[in-house]
């Protein structure tokens, strides 16, 4: 089981099972976590990986969860 929090005015938190990988398939070794946060502020310098920025740029958001349209067909 996975499961992606989205942490209120920070980073996405992927706790579980998981692989991280890039745009060419390459494997993220994550050294055995199991939790990982990930950037979403945009202000991270080790991108992907939340390294606390999102404090110092005031960062933002605070999402609920909620139903999606139906996916265009
Ligand atoms: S969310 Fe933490 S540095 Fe961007």
């Given at each position: 089981?996975?499961?992606?929090?989205?942490?209120?005015?920070?980073?996405?938190?992927?706790?579980?099972?998981?692989?991280?990988?890039?745009?060419?398939?390459?494997?993220?070794?994550?050294?055995?976590?199991?939790?990982?946060?990930?950037?979403?502020?945009?202000?991270?310098?080790?991108?992907?990986?939340?390294?606390?920025?999102?404090?110092?740029?005031?960062?933002e958001s605070a999402v609920k969860a909620r139903q999606l349209a139906p996916?265009?067909?």
């Amino acid at each position: 089981m996975t499961d992606i929090i989205f942490k209120d005015n920070g980073p996405i938190l992927v706790t579980g099972e998981f692989i991280l990988k890039d745009t060419e398939n390459g494997e993220f070794d994550v050294a055995g976590r199991t939790t990982i946060g990930l950037c979403r502020c945009g202000a991270s310098e080790n991108k992907p990986f939340c390294d606390g920025a999102h404090k110092r740029c005031d960062f933002e958001s605070a999402v609920k969860a909620r139903q999606l349209a139906p996916p265009a067909k």
